[in-house]
């Protein structure tokens, strides 16, 4: 993942993937060698393209951890 600058520190869990294999997953990642965060995007079979995403301080994914458990079914 040099070409993104993305170093995957530990995958946590697949979310989904499509027909043409691009798996949707939360992995904490370390982009440009800074400090890990939460990280949500999909990812090609190879690892060799990514989609946008988005990332999350430690705080941040509590937050939404506690917002999602508050939430009723939808």
């Known amino acids: 993942m040099s070409k993104y600058n993305l170093t995957i520190i530990k995958s946590i ?5 499509n027909d043409d294999g691009w798996r949707k997953e939360l992995n904490i990642v370390s982009w440009k060698n800074k400090m890990p965060k939460y990280d949500i995007r999909s990812y090609s079979p190879d690892y060799s393209k990514i989609s946008k995403g988005i990332t999350l301080t430690a705080d941040e ?3 939404l951890k506690n917002i999602l458990n508050s939430m009723e079914d939808f």
């Not at 869990?13 to 993937?17: D, F, H, K, N, T």
């Open 61 to 63: 994914m509590r937050e």
């Open 13 to 17: 869990a697949v979310i989904s993937e």
